[in-house]
Each structure stands twice: as structure tokens, then as C-alpha cells.
């Protein structure tokens, strides 16, 4: 009998990958890209094409027959999770559409909605953010504070920073205190009153805070065998972005979620990491390799973004390092000229010869959203803000109040979600402070009934019939009773709008510029089909600014960007000026009392100057004004001083009648 020979699988399937792999992806992301089973770390330094290796590896796993349904990927922001499923939908087909991805937040949003019973909660549970949490948390202290201690006790923001810090950092609220809060100890008993008070009311109340979700998703997997199970055979391959700003309780949930196979990828910088004030654990990308058996490391160093000489100054920012991974970003065909070492004579000066520059750019040809200024602090731009206003030169400023933390912004939120949950005692303590005639005592009265179920948007007028001489308390009673179709977001946006615009007009001076908010906000609800998608992502996800969540072309004029470096980070420029960094300013003179705090301050510097792309200009003070002793003279941060004289062009700032400085 003949025999026929059949070819190996394998040489058939790298053929039909629709993707040219090999030859689109360089050698260090095609590896990664390439990487099966079992768990990986992929290092990827700024500007390497993290997104995009992610983007092509969930595509290769798909073309090799992996389910799409049991990929979960994981990011850190809405808008990323977005910009890789458009990516992969359009790098490969609609198969892309049928993957998870999403937030850490919103996936334990997810599976919470899912196995609600398991956990001890209702159904339709209700998501606050953090400054409802505030006002939570405030509602309760007010119970412990004798007049004695009213003034010296932490406020309510503080509180909820507290709180949120000890559960992300799964350390005691001692612990906390001590580290950040040191003039607080003495009321750490009452503090933690507080705490396990607020813990009850939420589970009463059928509602969750932003850490909640993590908590109860990390209980879930550790203590009920039959979920976690369950949920790690739906999800066996997992993605995770930006793995150096997890906290612990995410480092934790990720290992519970490798199952019996760990195809866990983490995707990540450790150079980048500078979110540890939001809990983030510096060490967890270290750990990772160590919490599997046989873990692949790769490592992507080539730089799609900035010149050689930016790239060789941002490596001896980060070689100076106490603790890291070796990695060296290099370019192969861009070359340009080395960044600007600037001295100026003070806040003034400095802020003068921005705008001047700014201004001969834009005659060079060099458009506003090409140019970034950032700086370590959001009070480090005052100054610099009012030279471009005198200049009329138009900007948006990132690392302010958020938009969504503006009073009418969030009032607005809180009439909407009395729509979707009528008894959210955090909406309706909110709502009903607005109202004239309503104070304290009647607000506590009201909510009291309604947790107690004694009180509803029906029966109000017998259950309480003193509340009927309140026009304002019945017109928002019947507001609340109307019965909005929870699909049309739109219409019921628009009414709450309207019915909160005669309040505003009382209130504000300053009416026309919070209308011009709330006409943005209505524009951010019209690209939402229903009401509780909406508002779970305001409280997971919230824009930044009231221009975040826009299309670029609803932006009437280009603009330049001034930013905090903390809001910078995943972004780029053609040119980025950084600001302030003077000793004592950048590093701040409170992150340099102990050696982690600095080591993260020193990375916030080299995420600062990986920005930039074509021209990089350092721009420091050495007169700082201070109030009592006048004008002192500084040195330049210790981050500059550390790099070597050749990587740096170095000027000094002059006036036109003395001796020349630099050259424009």
C-alpha cells in the first residue's frame, strides 16, 4: 500500500494568518505578539508601540482560533479600552467585537452585575463616585464630632482620600495616617468609627463606591470557588495594560483570574509608574514574574517617538534609578538636536520667554496643538497663564478640577440618578440642599424615611404632608415621579437641564459659562443609548474636561495644551517645554524624604521628557520669590544636575540690553 503524507498543522496555519505579522511588527514586538501559553511580561518603554503590540497580539490569538469571547482585556481608561477595539476591529473583522475589554473598574462592574446574590447586594445596586463618597462619609461624621474637635478633625474629602488609600494599599488606616496624615493620629479610633459606619449604610443603602467594586470582585474570587471558576473558564486568555499602575487588590484579582492554564499577559513600564498618591504599587511589575512558573519576559526598547538626543537624555534620567528594569530606548533613523538646558531669573522671566517662543513657532509655521508646556504642579502654569492671556494666545489646561467634579456638573448627575434609582439617599442629599427652605434637618428627615422604605416618589404628600408647602420639594417630587423611558437619555438629560437652569440662575454670577458646561455635558449624554450605561461611566470613567469627551472637530480653534505631567502621560508633542524644575519644585520638597517618593518623582521627570518628539526645552528658575525672606536664589533639580553636560544645550535667559542669551 502507498503511502500519502500529510503536511504538519502548523505550516498551514502560519500561512493563513490574513495579518503579515513578521513583516509589519519589528523583531522585539513580533516575539511578544508571537508569545502562546503561559504567562508574559512585556516591558515597553515610551513610544515602543505598547498599543500596538497588544492591538496585534489579540489579533494573532483570534487568526489561531482563540475564542474571542475569552479574551479579556484590561486598561486603565475608557478611552483606551475604545481605541484598541477600533484598532483590532479594523485591523481584522467584527470577530474583534465579541472580546471583552474595559476598565478594571467596569469589568468588576461586569461580573458584580452577574453574581450581585453571591455578594449580599440587590440587583440594581447603584455606583457613587468618589466625591459622593465624601458626602457620604460627611453625613456620618457629623454623628462623632463634639464642638471641641469640629475644627481639627479631617474634612470629608480627606476622609474619603483615607479610606480609599488604606483599601488600594490593603494597608491600616494607622499605617495611613502615619505616612500621610501625621497630624490626625489622635483621632484614629473616631476615624475608623466612621469607616465601618459607612460600610454599613452602603450595604443598606444597595449601594457601591469606586473601591467597593474591587473589593467585592477580589472577595468573590478568593472566597466562592464555583465563581471563580466559572469565570476564568469564560475568560482564559488576559490582557492587561499599564500593568505598573495597578494597586494591590488589582494584583491580586489578575493572579485569582490566571485559572488552571495563566495565559496572563501584563504589558507595562516600570519607568512609567507615578501613580502611587492613587494607590498604585510600584512593585507589583516586579512581582509578576515571580507569581508564575515559567514567565516570559520581553523587552521593546526601539522608540517610534522622539529624536536620539531626547531618547539619550530620557536613558540617564532612568539609569540613575535605585530599582528598575535595564532598558534602553533607541531610535534607529531619527536624529535631532539636543534638548534645551533654559535659566531664567525667575517665575517672570520664565513665563515671558515661553510665550515668546510660543509666538515665534507659530510664525515658523508650527501649529498650537503641536506645542505642550507641562509642568510637576498645577500651580506652577498660574503665572505662565496670565502671560498667555495677555498674549491671547488660546489654550486648554489638563490637571485642574475636573469637569465632572464642578458643582452644577455634578447636581445635574444627581437629578439623573434619582431617574434610574429612586432611593439613592447620596442623590437625594445632594438635591435636596439645593432647594430654598430645605436645610439639614429636613433633609435628614426625608432620607431617613426613604431608607426605611416609609417614603417613595408616590406617597410623599401622606407620608409627610408638611413637605407640600415646599414648592420647590413638589416640583422636584413630580419631576422625579415622571416616567422617563430609561432608553431616551436624551430627552431625560434635557428636561433635568432645564429644571435645574432656574436654580442656576439664581446662585451663579457667572451663569452663561455653566450653561456652556451643561450644554457640553448634554452633548457627552447624546452619544449614550441608555441612562445606567451613562451613569456608570461618569462614575468610573469620568471626561477630564469639558473638551475630553468631544470629537476634535467640535473644538472651534487650535489650542494650545498646558498640563500636569501626571495628565501627560500617553501623550506626545512636537515640542514640549517643562517648566519649574527647580530643587524643591520638581522634585517638590515634601516627595524627597524618602527614597521611594523621590525614585517617583524621578520617573514622573522621564515620563515628562518622553513626550516630546522633535524639540525639548528645560526650563528652570534660579530666583524664586519667597514672601518672607524676597528673592532666593535655587539650583536646578537634581534630576538635571545628574545628567551629563554633553546630553544638554545650555542658556541663560538675558534681556535685550544685556549681554546675549539665547537665540531665537
Same mark, same amino acid.
Given at each position: 500500500?502507498?503511502?500519502?503524507?500529510?503536511?504538519?498543522?502548523?505550516?498551514?496555519?502560519?500561512?493563513?494568518?490574513?495579518?503579515?505579522?513578521?513583516?509589519?511588527?519589528?523583531?522585539?514586538?513580533?516575539?511578544?505578539?508571537?508569545?502562546?501559553?503561559?504567562?508574559?511580561?512585556?516591558?515597553?518603554?515610551?513610544?515602543?508601540?505598547?498599543?500596538? *503590540?497588544?492591538?496585534?497580539?489579540?489579533?494573532?490569538?483570534?487568526?489561531?482560533?482563540?475564542?474571542?469571547? @475569552?479574551?479579556?482585556?484590561?486598561?486603565?481608561?475608557?478611552?483606551?479600552?475604545?481605541?484598541?477595539?477600533?484598532?483590532?476591529?479594523?485591523?481584522?473583522?467584527?470577530?474583534?467585537?465579541?472580546?471583552?475589554?474595559?476598565?478594571?473598574?467596569?469589568?468588576?462592574?461586569?461580573?458584580?452585575?452577574?453574581?450581585?446574590?453571591?455578594?449580599?447586594?440587590?440587583?440594581?445596586?447603584?455606583?457613587?463616585?468618589?466625591?459622593?463618597?465624601?458626602?457620604?462619609?460627611?453625613?456620618?461624621?457629623?454623628?462623632?464630632?463634639?464642638?471641641?474637635?469640629?475644627?481639627?478633625?479631617?474634612?470629608?474629602?480627606?476622609?474619603?482620600?483615607?479610606?480609599?488609600?488604606?483599601?488600594?494599599?490593603?494597608?491600616?488606616?494607622?499605617?495611613?495616617?502615619?505616612?500621610?496624615?501625621?497630624?490626625?493620629?489622635?483621632?484614629?479610633?473616631?476615624?475608623?468609627?466612621?469607616?465601618?459606619?459607612?460600610?454599613?449604610?452602603?450595604?443598606?443603602?444597595?449601594?457601591?463606591?469606586?473601591?467597593?467594586?474591587?473589593?467585592?470582585?477580589?472577595?468573590?474570587?478568593?472566597?466562592?470557588?464555583?465563581?471563580? @471558576?466559572?469565570?476564568?473558564?469564560?475568560?482564559?486568555?488576559?490582557?492587561?495594560?499599564?500593568?505598573?499602575?495597578?494597586?494591590?487588590?488589582?494584583?491580586?484579582?489578575?493572579?485569582? !483570574?490566571?485559572?488552571?492554564?495563566?495565559?496572563?499577559?501584563? =504589558?507595562?513600564?516600570?519607568?512609567?509608574?507615578?501613580?502611587?498618591?492613587?494607590?498604585?504599587?510600584?512593585?507589583?511589575?516586579?512581582?509578576?514574574?515571580?507569581?508564575?512558573?515559567?514567565?516570559?519576559?520581553?523587552?521593546?526598547?526601539?522608540?517610534?517617538?522622539? *529624536?536620539?538626543?531626547?531618547?539619550?537624555?530620557?536613558?540617564?534620567?532612568?539609569?540613575?534609578? +535605585?530599582?528598575?528594569?535595564?532598558?534602553?530606548?533607541?531610535?534607529?533613523?531619527?536624529?535631532?538636536?539636543?534638548?534645551?538646558?533654559?535659566?531664567?531669573?525667575?517665575?517672570?522671566?520664565?513665563?515671558?520667554?515661553?510665550?515668546?517662543?510660543?509666538?515665534?513657532?507659530?510664525?515658523?509655521?508650527?501649529?498650537?496643538?503641536?506645542?505642550?508646556?507641562?509642568?510637576?504642579?498645577?500651580?506652577?502654569?498660574?503665572?505662565?497663564?496670565?502671560?498667555?492671556?495677555?498674549?491671547?494666545?488660546?489654550?486648554?489646561?489638563?490637571?485642574?478640577?475636573?469637569?465632572?467634579?464642578?458643582?452644577?456638573?455634578?447636581?445635574?448627575? @444627581?437629578?439623573?440618578?434619582?431617574?434610574?434609582?429612586?432611593?439613592?439617599?447620596?442623590?437625594?442629599?445632594?438635591?435636596?440642599?439645593?432647594?430654598?427652605?430645605?436645610?439639614?434637618?429636613?433633609?435628614?428627615?426625608?432620607?431617613?424615611?426613604?431608607?426605611?422604605?416609609?417614603?417613595?416618589?408616590?406617597?410623599?404628600?401622606?407620608?409627610?404632608?408638611?413637605?407640600?408647602?415646599?414648592?420647590?420639594?413638589?416640583? !422636584?417630587?413630580?419631576?422625579?415621579?415622571?416616567?422617563?423611558?430609561?432608553?431616551?437619555?436624551?430627552? +431625560?438629560?434635557?428636561?433635568? +437641564?432645564?429644571?435645574?437652569?432656574?436654580?442656576?440662575?439664581?446662585?451663579?454670577?457667572?451663569?452663561?459659562?455653566?450653561?456652556?458646561?451643561?450644554?457640553?455635558?448634554?452633548?457627552?449624554?447624546?452619544?449614550?443609548?441608555?441612562?445606567?450605561?451613562?451613569?456608570?461611566?461618569?462614575?468610573?470613567?469620568?471626561?477630564?474636561?469639558?473638551?475630553?469627551?468631544?470629537?476634535?472637530?467640535?473644538?472651534?480653534?487650535?489650542?494650545?495644551?498646558?498640563?500636569?505631567?501626571?495628565?501627560?502621560?500617553?501623550?506626545?508633542?512636537?515640542? =514640549?517645554?517643562?517648566?519649574?524644575?527647580?530643587?524643591?519644585?520638581?522634585?517638590?520638597?515634601?516627595?524627597?524624604?524618602?527614597?521611594?517618593?523621590?525614585?517617583?518623582?524621578?520617573?514622573?521627570?522621564?515620563? +515628562?521628557?518622553?513626550?516630546?518628539?522633535?524639540?525639548?526645552?528645560?526650563?528652570?528658575?534660579?530666583?524664586?520669590?519667597?514672601?518672607?525672606?524676597?528673592?532666593?536664589?535655587?539650583?536646578?533639580?537634581?534630576?538635571?544636575?545628574?545628567?551629563?553636560?554633553?546630553?544638554?544645550?545650555?542658556?541663560?535667559?538675558?534681556?535685550?540690553?544685556?549681554?546675549?542669551?539665547?537665540?531665537?
Amino acid at each position: 500500500m502507498k503511502k500519502l503524507r500529510l503536511k504538519k498543522k502548523t505550516s498551514l496555519v502560519e500561512n493563513a494568518y490574513s495579518v503579515d505579522y513578521k513583516n509589519i511588527l519589528n523583531e522585539e514586538q513580533h516575539r511578544a505578539v508571537m508569545h502562546s501559553k503561559g504567562a508574559a511580561l512585556v516591558l515597553a518603554g515610551a513610544g515602543s508601540g505598547k498599543t500596538r *503590540t497588544l492591538v496585534y497580539r489579540v489579533s494573532r490569538l483570534i487568526e489561531d482560533g482563540i475564542d474571542p469571547r @475569552s479574551i479579556l482585556l484590561l486598561t486603565f481608561t475608557r478611552k483606551a479600552s475604545t481605541e484598541m477595539l477600533s484598532r483590532i476591529t479594523s485591523l481584522l473583522d467584527t470577530r474583534a467585537g465579541k472580546i471583552t475589554t474595559g476598565t478594571f473598574h467596569s469589568f468588576a462592574l461586569k461580573i458584580l452585575k452577574q453574581y450581585y446574590k453571591q455578594i449580599g447586594f440587590a440587583q440594581e445596586f447603584s455606583v457613587i463616585d468618589q466625591q459622593d463618597a465624601a458626602d457620604t462619609i460627611d453625613l456620618i461624621r457629623g454623628r462623632y464630632l463634639p464642638p471641641s474637635i469640629k475644627k481639627r478633625f479631617p474634612k470629608k474629602n480627606t476622609l474619603q482620600k483615607i479610606l480609599s488609600l488604606s483599601i488600594n494599599k490593603q494597608e491600616s488606616t494607622s499605617a495611613i495616617l502615619e505616612e500621610n496624615y501625621p497630624k490626625y493620629v489622635e483621632f484614629e479610633d473616631k476615624i475608623n468609627t466612621i469607616f465601618l459606619d459607612y460600610h454599613k449604610y452602603k450595604k443598606t443603602a444597595n449601594i457601591m463606591d469606586y473601591d467597593d467594586l474591587l473589593i467585592y470582585l477580589l472577595e468573590l474570587l478568593k472566597e466562592n470557588y464555583e465563581a471563580r @471558576s466559572q469565570i476564568t473558564n469564560v475568560y482564559r486568555h488576559i490582557m492587561v495594560d499599564e500593568y505598573q499602575d495597578t494597586n494591590r487588590i488589582q494584583h491580586e484579582i489578575i493572579l485569582l !483570574l490566571g485559572g488552571k492554564e495563566n495565559n496572563i499577559m501584563a =504589558v507595562g513600564d516600570d519607568a512609567q509608574s507615578i501613580y502611587s498618591f492613587r494607590g498604585a504599587d510600584h512593585q507589583n511589575i516586579f512581582f509578576f514574574p515571580e507569581s508564575f512558573e515559567n514567565c516570559e519576559v520581553f523587552k521593546i526598547e526601539q522608540n517610534y517617538r522622539s *529624536t536620539e538626543q531626547i531618547l539619550d537624555l530620557s536613558n540617564e534620567v532612568i539609569n540613575a534609578a +535605585a530599582f528598575k528594569y535595564e532598558k534602553k530606548l533607541f531610535s534607529r533613523d531619527r536624529i535631532g538636536e539636543k534638548p534645551y538646558l533654559v535659566a531664567a531669573n525667575g517665575e517672570r522671566q520664565q513665563s515671558e520667554f515661553i510665550v515668546q517662543q510660543i509666538l515665534e513657532l507659530r510664525e515658523q509655521g508650527i501649529e498650537l496643538e503641536e506645542i505642550a508646556v507641562l509642568f510637576r504642579s498645577s500651580y506652577h502654569a498660574f503665572d505662565l497663564e496670565i502671560e498667555l492671556n495677555k498674549s491671547n494666545i488660546p489654550y486648554v489646561k489638563f490637571g485642574g478640577m475636573k469637569f465632572i467634579e464642578t458643582a452644577h456638573i455634578k447636581d445635574l448627575i @444627581s437629578y439623573m440618578r434619582l431617574l434610574f434609582n429612586p432611593k439613592d439617599v447620596v442623590a437625594w442629599q445632594r438635591v435636596l440642599m439645593l432647594i430654598e427652605g430645605v436645610g439639614p434637618a429636613t433633609t435628614r428627615k426625608i432620607i431617613e424615611n426613604i431608607s426605611d422604605n416609609k417614603l417613595n416618589i408616590n406617597n410623599y404628600k401622606d407620608v409627610l404632608p408638611t413637605l407640600n408647602k415646599n414648592k420647590g420639594i413638589t416640583n !422636584l417630587f413630580k419631576l422625579v415621579s415622571e416616567n422617563f423611558d430609561p432608553n431616551d437619555i436624551t430627552y +431625560a438629560a434635557s428636561e433635568m +437641564a432645564f429644571y435645574y437652569k432656574d436654580y442656576m440662575d439664581e446662585k451663579y454670577d457667572n451663569v452663561n459659562k455653566r450653561w456652556r458646561d451643561i450644554e457640553t455635558f448634554l452633548q457627552i449624554t447624546d452619544q449614550y443609548y441608555d441612562l445606567p450605561t451613562f451613569l456608570n461611566d461618569m462614575a468610573l470613567d469620568p471626561p477630564i474636561n469639558s473638551l475630553d469627551e468631544l470629537e476634535p472637530e467640535s473644538k472651534e480653534e487650535e489650542y494650545l495644551t498646558i498640563s500636569t505631567i501626571h495628565s501627560a502621560k500617553g501623550l506626545e508633542w512636537k515640542i =514640549v517645554f517643562l517648566i519649574w524644575t527647580t530643587e524643591g519644585k520638581f522634585p517638590s520638597a515634601k516627595s524627597t524624604h524618602t527614597i521611594d517618593s523621590v525614585e517617583e518623582e524621578r520617573r514622573l521627570f522621564y515620563v +515628562a521628557v518622553t513626550r516630546a518628539k522633535d524639540y525639548l526645552y528645560i526650563v528652570y528658575p534660579f530666583g524664586i520669590f519667597d514672601r518672607e525672606s524676597g528673592m532666593v536664589l535655587s539650583e536646578p533639580s537634581r534630576f538635571i544636575r545628574e545628567i551629563g553636560d554633553e546630553f544638554l544645550e545650555k542658556f541663560i535667559l538675558t534681556n535685550d540690553d544685556e549681554d546675549e542669551g539665547i537665540d531665537n
